[in-house]
DNA sequence: AAATATTTTTAGGTATGCCTAAAATATTTT
DNA sequence: AAAATATTTTAGGCATACCTAAAAATATTT
């Protein structure tokens, strides 16, 4: 049995693994998780202690298989809860992250699995991020940004990575939505940004934007 | 924003509050949530300094108005959760109290509130209970007993009790589930316990039994 | 109303999880 | 490679929420 700032905190060093091949710094995680490197260190400690970190001083942590496993069922529950508040709830895309940070602690696997099934077992949250199955294995897709595409080329938007309000709000004024085709028709020399067809309209985004939305090419 | 702990003293003193005109006692709390009266003490001095009690030394705690809504809400998402569980997850009604106990403590006014419209306004939870509603207005039926009605009269099987895994368990061996007649055939001298008839069968149950049905004459 | 028993509070201690400031180590620059 | 800079750890504090044991207040018996 975990505390809520234990699970916090073998989350965070699992997000920031993907973009670091070694230990996941002390700093990055005091930043991720609003707190200081002190408290970080401390923490480091006792989840090396628990043996769900590899933990060197003043090398960073990296996860064991244990601690893999723990941060997949809570990144599982963390999802499949924002799957329920949109599907069943009503709730939009931008709402659901502080509410599923809270769910994602409640312990018990079978209402884990309930859920699951109740979802009928759904493989992408609302902002297209994959769900870890039982056994903690995740589907990867390589992430391709539509700031990747050359002129002419059409892309479907299946995720985003920065998951935002603000970001999500602002593609929904823009009816962008998960799902949808996108063809980069035209990039502006001045500030890169991007002349994209989306069903029968068009419309211009800017570079900052295009590489914050993932897509396969189609 | 209250924690856990706070939110669970509340609670217990609500409960509580039910059987006893005048404050509620430091051990009666301690015993309920398996703490110490000295945990106890130091808590209703907090609660009294946020105004959710009142509280005088030696006199026990009696709820605020503030209390009491407070003590309300949580309740109210406890039920409508256990209603969720096994009206949608297929939860058995004696599996669902110990994750209601975590699911109640998540603070999302619109997710309470969308998730009563989702259950379809549900009253009462699946042990009987009432729903409180938004305002904190709670329905008040009358407890009558299954062992306080005469012989030959019947009953309405609507609540129980002492809602322990076992005892529920008990009642759904002999298939005596929320909403079934039950009328009182016959006591025995000797141990007081009571031939029930039930749909077109007979049973015997005991006393004690008895005692932890609610029921309304019919 | 005094003695006894029970309940409640106070005093002082522990673990968790956070903090700041100083010291130790690692990294980068020159 | 030494100096400067950045990162990380240690040391020492603080609040919460628990605990035990002793003291104080209340309730019950005689």
Redesign the pocket.
Known sequence: ML????E??IKSIFHLSASSQDGV????I?EN??????????????LSEKSLIV??????AQLTELGRKTALNIIRKHRLWEVFLVEKLNFKWDEVHDIAEQLEHIQSEKLTNQLDKFLDFPTHDPHGDPIPNTAGFIKFTPKLKLSDLNIGETGKFIGVKDSSSTFLKYLDKRKISLGCNIKVLHQEDFDQSLHIGLDDTNLTISIKSASNLYITKI
Do not use: I, R, W
């Open positions: 505390t809520f700032s234990e916090n905190h710094s002390t700093n990055s005091a998780l609003n707190t200081k490197a002190s408290s970080v260190t401390e923490m480091l400690k006792k933990y060197k001083k003043y090398h960073g």
